[in-house]
């Protein structure tokens, strides 16, 4: 396979270079800034003040695009990019990631079923289900000597949105995918 035994052993380090999950796992509060519409200049002020930036592509007009473009107004401006989707479809999470996404955030959530696939499309194997594409992410993630493959499932977030009475009945089952 395209993984080397140092890449599939726990104990090597890995980057976290996603300042909201670097800060999530170790206790702290975290604070992010929603983006409704293309506005490079401020996602690029915005992403020195807070620990991520949520493009919202839910309930707004933007396009994939529109978000990668400001991405690469300012590339690693310190807030982990991070994308809400209209959905759990595969071809949504894939584009968002492939564009640079370090987290991903799924509304609607009604089940584990919902939750799995959120999370498994935001993966690669054996994690998940994400597949190899030439996004946008190998210019703006190149980390010299750190293959983006071998450390991205360790930064990709995932947030699930229980907005529905179903799923808040199916919170727990949600909780533990």
Same mark, same amino acid.
């Given at each position: 396979?395209?993984?080397?035994?140092?890449?599939?052993?726990?104990?090597?380090?890995?980057?976290?270079?996603?300042?909201?999950?670097?800060?999530?796992?170790?206790? /702290?509060?975290?604070?992010?800034?929603?983006?409704?519409?293309?506005?490079?200049?401020?996602?690029?002020?915005?992403? /020195?003040?807070?620990?991520?930036?949520?493009?919202?592509?839910?309930?707004?007009?933007?396009?994939?695009?529109?978000?990668?473009?400001?991405?690469?107004?300012?590339?690693?401006?310190?807030?982990?990019?991070?994308?809400?989707?209209?959905?759990?479809?595969?071809?949504?999470?894939? /584009?968002?990631?492939?564009?640079?996404?370090?987290?991903?955030?799924?509304?609607?959530?009604?089940?584990?079923?919902?939750?799995?696939?959120?999370?498994?499309?935001?993966?690669?194997?054996?994690?998940?289900?994400?597949?190899?594409?030439?996004?946008?992410?190998?210019?703006?993630?190149?980390?010299?000597?750190?293959?983006?493959?071998?450390?991205?499932?360790?930064?990709?977030?995932?947030?699930?949105?229980?907005?529905?009475?179903?799923?808040?009945?199916?919170?727990?089952?949600?909780?533990?995918?």
């Amino acid at each position: 396979g395209w993984q080397t035994k140092a890449m599939m052993d726990p104990k090597t380090p890995r980057p976290l270079i996603n300042r909201a999950k670097e800060n999530l796992l170790s206790d /702290k509060v975290i604070s992010g800034f929603t983006i409704l519409s293309y506005d490079p200049d401020l996602y690029c002020e915005a992403g /020195k003040h807070y620990d991520f930036i949520w493009f919202e592509l839910q309930h707004s007009t933007m396009t994939f695009d529109d978000v990668r473009r400001m991405i690469a107004a300012c590339p690693r401006v310190g807030a982990a990019p991070m994308i809400r989707v209209p959905d759990a479809q595969e071809g949504n999470i894939q /584009k968002a990631t492939d564009l640079g996404a370090l987290g991903v955030i799924v509304p609607t959530v009604d089940d584990a079923i919902e939750a799995r696939d959120g999370a498994r499309w935001a993966r690669y194997p054996p994690y998940g289900r994400r597949s190899a594409g030439n996004g946008y992410y190998q210019t703006l993630w190149n980390l010299p000597g750190q293959p983006y493959r071998s450390w991205i499932n360790d930064n990709i977030l995932v947030i699930e949105m229980i907005e529905t009475v179903e799923g808040v009945a199916n919170a727990d089952e949600i909780a533990a995918t």
